[in-house]
């Protein structure tokens, strides 16, 4: 009698498991609807995240910080030779 109670809880369990993966598959469906939806997780095709694009002020304060260490090391060179 007892095997016979344990297969019937095996059996619903089993049931029980299918309705929840039913369940998660359609939750990660609606997910991915509302992530193409709001551009979350958005990734360039070589995989290393949304493209940023610099101000032209910042691309010349870079540019600037550049040059001044571009300056600083042939300057050190210039001293030592």
Do not use: C, H
Request: hydrophobic share 40%; aromatic share 2%.
């Amino acid at each position: 009698m007892a095997s016979f109670e344990l297969s019937g809880t095996v059996r619903a369990l089993k049931v029980e498991r299918t309705q929840v993966q039913r369940e998660l598959s359609k939750l990660d469906k609606a997910i991915s609807v509302l992530d193409d939806l709001s551009g979350a997780n958005s990734v360039t095709p070589n995989g290393t995240g949304p493209k940023r694009t610099l101000s032209a002020a910042a691309r010349n304060k870079i540019a600037k910080a550049q040059k001044l260490r571009w300056a600083k090391i042939k300057k050190a060179r210039a001293t030592k030779a």
